[in-house]
């Protein structure tokens, strides 16, 4: 399967690896070569090792990128914009 990201793709993986299902990311060496090589053949993609697999690796890979229920915030204290998901800053640790 493909992934925008080498970021994401690496981030899937390890999700995978955490879910028990073996899998190796490939193709994350190319991005450097775009412009020889069809962009789609540069994309990083997860290559689950048994296909038995292939159906939970979709699901765990599903529950990433559902979007998370909620509104950005921003940080009271230092003014940061914050993804729905963290109940505390990042940045400065201000609780929500
Ligand atoms: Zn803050």
Redesign the pocket.
């Known amino acids: 399967m493909r992934c925008e990201h080498a970021i994401a793709a690496a981030h899937y993986a390890g999700a995978l690896r955490a879910a028990g299902i073996d899998c190796e990311v490939r193709n994350t060496m190319l991005s450097g070569a775009l412009g020889e090589i069809p962009f789609l053949e540069c994309a990083p993609q997860i290559w689950i090792r048994h296909a038995l697999d292939e159906a939970r690796a979709r699901e765990v890979i599903d529950q990433l990128r559902a979007p998370v229920a909620g509104e950005p915030w921003t ?6 914009l ?1 993804e729905p998901q963290f109940a505390q ?6 609780a929500r």
């Open positions: 940080c009271r204290q230092c003014g940061e914050l800053c990042w940045r400065c640790g201000a």
